[in-house]
C-alpha cells in the first residue's frame, strides 16, 4: 500500500454537516436499544438467579485458621463426606500448602452435596470443572457451595487461586459413586478416598 | 509540544522499555505451561516471571504510558505549558524509584505473590515499599491534571473545557479514586504487617480494598484508548467528531460507574453476603453503557469522514477510510477486540454465571483481549500519532506500523481465543505446570499450544514496536504538524457546567462507594477476622507461619 497523502478530504466537513437535532434522536434511539439490551440482560440473571437459586458462595462465617486442629468442625476426625439425616451429604475439606485435606472425597451420585471449606493457611482457590462449584478458600472464613452430582465418576478439584510456589501441585478429586453403592463401603472409605 | 515534549517523550520511553521484556516473560511463561519444552523449566521462575509480568503491565507500563499521555494532552489540548513541570519531573523520578525497587525485589524472588498481592501471602517490604512509591508518585501527575484544567478554566470564563483535556481530568480523578484501594491496603495492612509492627493480616479485608482498585484500575488504561477514539481517530480519519456531548458523557460515566462495583471480582469469596454482591453486579451493568454509546459515536465519525473521502451508499463509506492510517487502522482492530473481551465480561460479570468461568483461563483471556488488545494496541496508535509531533522526525514507517498493530491483533486474538475454550474446560489459572499425562488436561494440550503460538506472535509484534520507535527517534528531523484534536460536527459554544467539571460527579462517587462498599469494609472491624502471614521464600515447601 503506498503511503497517502495527508487527509485528502474530497470535500470538506463544515460546521453542522449534520444537525445537532439529527445527533440527539440518533444518539437517543442508541442509547434506548442499548439500556433495554442491558435491562434484558439484567433481567435474564435475576431471573434465573432466584428461580434456580443461583447464588454465589456468600455465607459469611468466620473461624480461626490457628486452632482448626485443635477440634470443631474442621478437626481431623470431622473432616470429609457424612452423611445428614435427611439423605444428603456433607464434604469438609481443608485448604492449605500445597494440598486439599482430604485429598480426594467420595460422594454419591444425584444426591445434594454441600462442601463446607476453610484454609489452614492462604487464599486458596476450590474449583470442580464441569459443576457449578467454584469458591474462594480464605483464612478466617468457612466457604460453603452447594451441588448435585448428576455423573458418577472421577472429579478433579484444583486449587485455583495462587497460594505460594506448591500451588500447581494442589490437585484433588472427588469420587462419585452409584447411589445404592454409596451406603455398602466402609466408614472410612465414604469419608474420603485417599490414599 | 512546548515544555512538555521531554517530560511526555521520557514517560513513554519508560514504559515501552518495560513492556518488551513484559511481553518476553508472558511469552515464556506461555511456553512454561504448555506440553511444549520451555526453556529455563522452573516452576519457582514461573511463579516470580507472572509477579514480574502483572506489576510491570498493570502498574508500570500503564502508569507511565498514562502520566506520558496526560501531560502531552495537557500542553496541546490547551495549547499552553503545563503549569508545575518541576513537580511532574519529581513525580517520574519517584515512580522511577519505586519501579526499580520492585523489579529487583521480585527478580530476587522474594516477592512472588503476584501483582494483586494475595495476603496473607508475605513479602518482602521493599516490593509494598517499591509499589507504594510507583502509585503514590502518580498522584503527583493526578494533582497537575487537575490543577492545569482548573487554572485554564478561571483564565478562560464561560469557555468549555477542550474535551480532551476534560478526558484527561476525568482520567485522573477515576485513578485517584480507584488507587485509594490499594493504597490504603499497602499503608494499612501490608506495610505495618512487613515491618513487624503489627501480627495478623486481615485477607477479607485486604482483598475487599484491594477490590475497589481491581476493576477501575482497567478503566484508568482504558481510557487513553478511549480518549484517542474521540479526540484522535476522528481528526486521523479526516473527518468530525460526531457528538461533543457524548464524549463527555462517556467520561464522567466511566469515572462514576468503573469504581464502585469492583466486588464482581469477588463474587466467589465467603466474606460477604449475596446483597453486595448482587447490587455491585447491577451497578456494573451501567459500566458497559458508555462503551456501547461510545461504539455509536466513533461509528458516525468514521462514517463522516468516509462520506467526505467520496465513500457512497450504506456501507460504501467504510471502504473509502483512510485505512492506511495506523491511528484508523488501531481504532477498528481495537473495536473488535473490545467486542469480544466486552461480551465475555458481560458473562463475568453475572452474577451466578461467573461460577462457570471464575479464576479459570477464561479469565485470563479476557482481560488480555480487553486490555492487551483493545487498549495496549491504542497505546501504539497513540505512540505513532504522537512519535512525530515529539521528535520532528516522521514515523519509519506507516506501512511497518501497520505490520504491527495487525501481527498484535492476530497474536492477540490466537493467543486468547484457545485459553476462552480451555476456561470452560476448566483449566485453572495461574498454573505453572500442568501434567499433560492425565486424560483431563491432555485434551486441552492442543489449545495450549495453538495459544503459545499467538505469544510467539506479540513477542515478534512487540519488538516491531521498539524498532519502530527508535527508527523513528533517530529520524531526519522535519518540522513536524502540531497535534490536533477533532473537531465536533457541531462545535460547542458554551456547555453545562456539569459537563464542564467533576465537582457533582465525584460527590455521586462517593455516595455510590458508601453504598456500595461502606458495609462490606465495615464489617471486617466487627468480625475481626485476621490471621497469621506467610513469607515467600524461596525454598518450595518452606513457607511457615509467623
Known sequence: MAESQANPIKRPVLDGIVTEEEVARTET??????????????????????????????????????????????????????????????????????????????????????????????????????TNINTMVVPGFIAEVRTTFTRSGEYWMPCDEFCGDGHHGMWARVNVVPKDQFPKLARTERTSCAK | MQNSSRLSLSHYWVAFAVFLPAVLLGAWQMLMRSPLPAPLDDPNAYYTSVTLHGTAMAYVITTFFIMGFGYAVTATSLERPIIGVTAA????????????????TILAGRASVLYTFYPPLLASVWYYLGTLLLVGGSMIWVVLMIINMMVWKR????????????????????WAWAASGVLLELVGLLLPRAFGWSTQIDAGLARTLFSVTLHAIVYFWLMPAYIAFYALAPEAAGGRLYSDTMGR??????????????????????????????????????????????????????EIAGRARGGRGLFGWIGALPWDEPM?????????????????GLINMSYAMNSMIHNTSWVTAHFHLIFGGAVVIMYFAIAYEMWPRITGRPLRSKALARWQLWS??????????????????????????????????????????????????????????????????FGERILGEPLRYALAVNPPARVPASLNGFALWNVIVLVLMLVAYGYPIGQFFILKSSVPAYEVTRQFGGAGGQ
Open chain 2, 408 to 473: 498484535w491483533f492476530w497474536g492477540m486474538l490466537i493467543t486468547t481465543i484457545p485459553w476462552h475454550i480451555t476456561g470452560l474446560m476448566g483449566q485453572p489459572r495461574r498454573i505453572a505446570v500442568f501434567d499433560y499425562g492425565e486424560p483431563f488436561i491432555a485434551r486441552m494440550g492442543p489449545l495450549v499450544i495453538v495459544s503459545a503460538v499467538g505469544g510467539l506472535i506479540l513477542l515478534i509484534s512487540a519488538v516491531l514496536l521498539i524498532v519502530i520507535l527508535l527508527r523513528s527517534q
Open chain 2, 89 to 104: 519531573w519529581i513525580g517520574f523520578v519517584i515512580c522511577l524509584v519505586g519501579t526499580l525497587m520492585a523489579v529487583v
Open chain 2, 249 to 302: 458523557l462517556t467520561f464522567i460515566m466511566f469515572l462514576v460507574f468503573s469504581i464502585p462495583v469492583g466486588m464482581h471480582h469477588l463474587f466467589a469469596d465467603p466474606e460477604y453476603g449475596s446483597g453486595f454482591k448482587f447490587l455491585q453486579s447491577f451497578l456494573t451493568f451501567f459500566v458497559a453503557l458508555p462503551t456501547l454509546l461510545t461504539v455509536f459515536s466513533i461509528c458516525a465519525s468514521f
Open chain 1, 29 to 130: 434511539y442508541w442509547a434506548i436499544i442499548m439500556l433495554g439490551m442491558l435491562a434484558m440482560m439484567m433481567a435474564i440473571i435475576v431471573v434465573t438467579g432466584m428461580t434456580n437459586a443461583l447464588h454465589p458462595p456468600s455465607n459469611v462465617e468466620t473461624i480461626d485458621p490457628t486452632t482448626l486442629h485443635r477440634g470443631g468442625e474442621f478437626a481431623e476426625s470431622n473432616l470429609g463426606t457424612a452423611v445428614e439425616p435427611d439423605g444428603s451429604v456433607t464434604a469438609r475439606v481443608i485448604g492449605e500448602q500445597y494440598s486439599f485435606v482430604p485429598d480426594c472425597v467420595r460422594v454419591p451420585v444425584d444426591t445434594p452435596v454441600k462442601f463446607r471449606l476453610t484454609s489452614a493457611d492462604v487464599v486458596h482457590g476450590f474449583l470442580i470443572p464441569s
Open chain 2, 155 to 174: 483564565d478562560n470564563p464561560g469557555r468549555p473545557v477542550p474535551l480532551a483535556m476534560f478526558a484527561i481530568a476525568a482520567t485522573a480523578m477515576l
Open chain 2, 328 to 344: 484508523v487502522l488501531a481504532v477498528a482492530l481495537s473495536l473488535v477486540m473490545l467486542g469480544l473481551g466486552g461480551f465475555g
